[in-house]
């Protein structure tokens, strides 16, 4: 279901983050709501800083020029954190996004949070765990394509697809799936997929594209660990159950 209303601030680390990826970034963000705010943060003099400078006036991005005043500090992170924290108590937001692969914002993350604010969060795969679990939703970028590379009925991501075995050495993950299950079930143990997603997305920032998968649906099948069955009634979807539960 798309949220269509909500207001949302795109914050964007330059130096941790490729800019190849903003169309699939908005693109994203516009399933959520609209993105009212849009600002990319990073010492615009560094040659490196020069593939986010080329498409600054495509996609509306306000430049936001931070100097390295001191070697190995990035003073683009407190800038960043400082804006975000004016925002959050400023603007009637609903949802942040912060793109970026530095932990080091964390804790900004954590504040949002307990404000009652999202943060959808997009960073690379060395982006450490403690980032990518504070965020209410997280996606990695190299899991997502071009616009054009999305839309092509040749990609199908299977560079990134986690195989069976993969996936039920994830025990977290198993957790989280069989915890949203018993939350969401009937009296026969089926639970209607789309409030099993719901409610993952709800308690972590998993999402089953960065599994590979572009839906629940199609990452619980290949655990091959629950039984799934579509049912002909009023919503026409996929049901699934612990295959552990006898009846």
């Known amino acids: 279901m798309k949220h269509t209303e909500e207001k949302i601030a795109l914050l964007i680390d330059v130096d941790n983050a490729p800019a190849s990826k903003i169309d699939v970034i908005l693109s994203e963000l516009a399933k959520y709501g609209v993105v009212n705010i849009r600002k ?13 400078e080329a498409v600054l006036h495509e996609y509306a991005i306000q430049p936001i020029q931070q100097f390295d005043y001191t070697k190995g500090k990035n003073a683009s992170d407190m800038a960043m954190t400082i804006d975000a924290m004016e925002l959050l108590f400023t603007k009637q937001l609903d949802a942040f996004c912060v ?6 914002f964390t804790p900004l993350v954590m504040r949002i949070l307990a404000n009652g604010t999202k943060v959808y969060g997009f960073g690379e795969k060395k982006t450490p765990m403690p980032f990518v679990n504070a965020c209410s939703r997280f996606l990695y970028l190299e ?22 075995q993969e996936l039920k050495k994830d025990t977290k993950l198993l957790n989280a799936l069989r915890h949203a299950i018993e939350s969401t079930e009937d009296e026969e143990g089926w639970a209607y997929m789309a409030n099993v997603g719901n409610h993952i997305s709800n308690n972590t920032s998993y999402d089953p594209r960065n599994f590979g998968y572009r839906s629940w649906g199609e990452l619980i099948r290949a655990i091959d660990l629950f039984e799934v069955q579509k049912r002909s009634d009023h919503r026409s979807a996929l049901y699934v159950r612990d295959k552990r539960r006898s009846y």
């Open 40 to 52: 990319a943060y990073g010492n615009w003099k560094n040659p490196k800083s020069k593939g986010w």
């Open 99 to 104: 793109v970026s692969s530095d932990s080091d």
């Open 143 to 164: 899991n997502l394509g071009t616009i054009e590379e999305d839309n092509s009925p040749k990609t199908k991501h299977k560079d990134h697809k986690k195989s069976n």
